[in-house]
């Protein structure tokens, strides 16, 4: 059971940050998927979750910038962040959302928002 | 949105202690309530959901208890490994799901 995210690095002030989390081992359709970021030296903000029937719920501190998208022929699931901002600097995680907490998270992958 | 406030902010303590960590909810989440456990550069690790159901592989040390808004995790006896920082976690309502700030559990 795994989960491997894509897509870190730097991304310039007003663009958009796109990652990927690609499923292994588990069944996809089973569980909600998650989105959860941590700023250098921060605590745990969750972003969004995306259902396997494809409805979504968003943070609403970030609900106008975020989408969370999934391919179900691929396992994978996306995360796009639009107008990022350095308040956007962090490591994001995916997760699986078990319905009673996030049993499996991914790696991480460090996205740096600067010019 | 639920706050979740966590005390204390750290702790510092030695092997072998026993120590108890706080979670209190802005408002009542019944048993909604999940611990993780996060070390340096690493991804958090879920310890404990449903407030009190010991997540599989997790050793019998770790303890939670609680309902409505006050919560805690309790380590029975320290190891080496066990210093890192906790998170909890409601998911009673949402969005948005809620962490605690965390607490850094440090060696004396």
């Known amino acids: 059971v795994q989960l491997l995210e894509s897509g870190g690095g730097l991304v310039q002030p007003g663009g958009s940050l796109r990652l990927s989390c690609a499923a292994s081992?588990?069944?996809?359709?089973?569980?909600?998927m998650s989105w959860v970021r941590q700023a250098p030296g921060k605590g745990l903000e969750w972003i969004g979750s995306?259902?396997?029937?494809?409805?979504?719920y968003y943070n609403p501190s970030l609900k106008s910038r975020v989408t969370i998208s999934v391919d179900t022929s691929k396992n994978q699931f996306s995360l796009k962040l639009s107008s990022v901002t350095a308040a956007d600097t962090a490591v994001y995680y995916c997760?699986?959302?078990?319905?009673?907490?996030?049993?499996?998270w991914g790696q991480g992958t460090m996205v740096t928002v600067s010019s | 949105a639920i706050r979740m406030t966590q005390s204390p902010s750290s702790l510092s303590a030695s092997t072998g202690d026993r120590v108890t960590i706080t979670c209190r909810a802005s408002?009542?989440?019944?048993?909604?309530l999940a611990w993780y456990q996060q070390k340096p550069g690493k991804a958090p690790k879920l310890l404990i959901y449903?407030?009190?159901t010991l997540q599989s592989g997790v050793p019998s040390r770790f303890s939670g208890s609680g309902s409505g808004t006050d919560f805690t995790l309790t380590i029975s006896c320290l190891q080496s490994e066990d210093f890192a920082t906790y998170y909890c976690?409601?998911?009673?309502?949402?969005?948005?799901?809620?962490f605690g700030q965390g607490t850094k559990l440090e060696i004396k």
């Open positions: 997760a699986r959302d078990d319905y009673g907490g996030f049993d499996i």
């Open positions: 081992g588990f069944t996809f359709s089973s569980y909600a």
């Open positions: 995306i259902y396997y029937s494809g409805s979504t």
């Open positions: 408002q009542g989440i019944s048993s909604y």
């Open positions: 449903a407030a009190s």
């Open positions: 976690q409601q998911y009673y309502s949402y969005p948005p799901y809620s």
